[in-house]
């Protein structure tokens, strides 16, 4: 059994097993911040004109960051999501290493 070959055939597995969560997660992470960003822009804008006060602004930047509050949590949970897919590859693949190695299945 090769050890070297086995932690690269894991690690490629795990990395492939992260990486639709990835995706998925870089495009809602990238849709959030540019909706934070423009909210957060219009806010500032808006007390430069003096149409709002800061305190009404403060306001609503408390209530931009709750949000984002909200999407870390969505991504908490992504998260662990993603490591528990990695963690099934590589142990597939380890698996099988130590199967073929035993010439039975021991694990």
């Known amino acids: 059994m090769n050890f070297e070959d086995t932690l ?3 690690l490629a597995a795990a990395k492939t097993a992260t990486g639709t969560h990835w995706k998925d997660m870089s495009s809602y ?3 959030e911040f ?3 960003k423009d909210e ?3 806010i500032a ?3 430069a004109h003096r149409t709002k006060t800061p305190e009404q602004a403060k306001i609503e930047m408390e209530a931009i960051e709750e949000s984002l509050r ?3 949590l969505a991504a908490t949970v992504d998260v662990k999501a993603a ?3 990695a963690i099934n590859a590589a142990l597939d693949v380890l698996r099988a ?3 073929e190695a035993a010439k039975v299945p021991i694990f």
């Open 29 to 31: 992470l990238e849709d």
């Open 70 to 72: 909200d999407v870390r």
């Open 40 to 42: 957060a822009a219009a």
């Open 83 to 85: 490591a528990q897919d």
């Open 8 to 10: 690269a055939k894991m």
């Open 34 to 36: 540019a909706r934070a």
């Open 97 to 99: 290493a130590v199967n």
């Open 45 to 47: 804008m808006e007390v």
